[in-house]
C-alpha cells in the first residue's frame, strides 16, 4: 500500500487526484488531503439545489462534484479529508473503513461509532460523512473528518430553502454535527490529527510505503482538472432537471421566475408579476431558453438588452437576483 500525504489545498485539483488514483494507478493507496473552503456534492445531486447560491458567490466558496454518490458536504481546513483505494475487492463496504478510523481515533480516547449506511458518529453527532465508488476491479472509499470545522458557515453554504427548488436528484439530508475537538480536553490542529492517523495506518499495513506525487503525475492530474473538475459542464450541467422558481419584491415591482433547466441548460422560462414594461416579458423568456443556468451566461444576457423595455423601473442587477 501507499501513503500519500497530499498537500494541495485545491479542491478542484484535490478531487482529480482522486479519480487519477483510481482509474491510472494499480497499487493500493491511502491518501490525506485538506481543502480549502468547498461545497462537494455527491455524482448524482442536483447542484443549484444544494447550494445557498448567493451565500457562496459572495463568498467565493468553491463548488465541485466528485465521482462518489451521497449527499453535499462543506469543507474548510478545519477538515482533514481520507482516501482508501483498493486493488483486490470491488464490494463497498462502509463498515470495514469506518473501523479503521474509528480505530485511529480511539488513541485520542474519541468513542466513535458507525452511524446509519455510511456517517460515523460520536455520541450521536455525525463528523463524518462517507462515500465509496468502483471502478473495474478496484474500489475508492472517502470521507470527511470534522476537526474544527465552521459550523456556522456549514449550515449558511447548505441551508436552501426546499421550496425553491425541485429536483429529481438526491437531496442532502441536514443532520446535527460535531467536530472532535469538542470531545477532547485539549484540542488539537489537522496536523496533530494527520500524525496520529497516519501512525495507526502504518501500524495496520506494516508494508506500506511513502509515496510523493511524482511531476508525471502532477501533470496528468492537472489536465483532468482543467478538463473536468474546474468545468461547469461537471459540476452544474451534469445535474438531473430541476425546476427552478424565485420571487423577488422590488420599488419598480415584483417579478416572479420560474425555469425548467437540463444539464444545466434553460429549456423553459417563464415571468410574472405586476411590474411594467414597453415589452412583452414573453419575449424576454424566450431570450432566456438555451442559456446555461448559470452567473457568466446570464450576466452576458442582461448586458445585451435594455433590461428596461422589459421591467421599468427594475435594474439588470435586481433582475439577475431573481434569476440565480
Known sequence: ???????????????????????????????????????????????????????????????????????????????????????????LDFAYFGSIIIGALSSLGINAELSGRNDLTIDGKKFSGNAAAVHQNRRLHHGTIMLNILVDKLTKVLNVDPSKIEGKGIKSVKSRVTNINEHLENPIDIGTLISVISEYIKEKYPNIEVYEFTKQDIDAITELQNEKYNTWQWNFGDSPKYNFTKKQ??????IEVKLSVKNGVIEKANIYGDFFGVKDSCEFSKILVGAKHEKDA???????????????????????????
Do not use: C
Open 1 to 91: 500500500m501507499l501513503y500519500i500525504l497530499n498537500t494541495s489545498t485545491d479542491p478542484y485539483f484535490n478531487l482529480a487526484a482522486e479519480e487519477y488514483l483510481l482509474t491510472k494507478k494499480q497499487d493500493n493507496i491511502f491518501m490525506l488531503w485538506v481543502n480549502n473552503d468547498v461545497i462537494v456534492v455527491g455524482k448524482n445531486q442536483n447542484t443549484m439545489a444544494e447550494i445557498n447560491y448567493d451565500y457562496v458567490t459572495k463568498h467565493n466558496i468553491a463548488v465541485v462534484r466528485r465521482l462518489t454518490g451521497g449527499g453535499a458536504v462543506f469543507h474548510d481546513k478545519g477538515n482533514l479529508n481520507f482516501t482508501f483505494i483498493e486493488h483486490e475487492q470491488s464490494s
Open 249 to 254: 419584491k422590488y420599488s419598480g415591482g415584483t
Open 298 to 324: 446570464l450576466l452576458n444576457i442582461l448586458s445585451k438588452i435594455n433590461t428596461a423595455e422589459y421591467f421599468y423601473n427594475i435594474t439588470p442587477s435586481e433582475i439577475f437576483n431573481v434569476l440565480i
